[in-house]
Nanobody
Framework: QVQLVESGGGLVQPGGSLRLSCAAS????????MGWYRQAPGKQREWVAS???????IYADSVKGRFTISRDNAKNTVYLQMISLKPEDTAVYYC???????????????WGQGTQVTVSS
């Protein structure tokens, strides 16, 4: 099995910063793309940022210039550095990874359990 475990969420004032981490563990042969999504109360889950295995990144317009996604392939970990946080960034943040568990399995999408980020004064 594969587990994705997020950490780093919390309460921060507007304009503040947080760094989220998501570590993948278990039966992992390869990890392809990794990313972050978020879901605010009463809203659908939305995509935030993605990073390829080679390090190419892409961001939602709402976070471009404020959030930075990165990964450490040796640690099977993806990060999301968030600066200039706004109240509208308040949400549960989920990490996502496309993982191949063995040579006999296909690529599959896996999700973390989520970490709460609250931006409030």
């Amino acid at each position: 099995q594969v587990q994705l475990v997020e950490s780093g969420g919390g309460l921060v004032q507007p304009g503040g910063s947080l760094r989220l981490s998501c570590a993948a563990s278990g039966s992992i042969l390869k990890i392809n793309g990794m990313g972050w999504y978020r879901q605010a109360p009463g809203k659908q889950r939305e995509w935030v940022a993605s990073i390829t295995s080679g390090g190419s990144t892409i961001y939602a317009d709402s976070v471009k210039g404020r959030f930075t996604i990165s990964r450490d392939n040796a640690k099977n970990t993806v990060y999301l550095q968030m600066i200039s946080l706004k109240p509208e960034d308040t949400a549960v943040y989920y990490c996502n990874a496309v993982i191949m568990m063995s040579v006999t399995t296909s690529w599959r999408e896996h999700w973390g359990q989520g970490t709460q980020v609250t931006v409030s004064s």
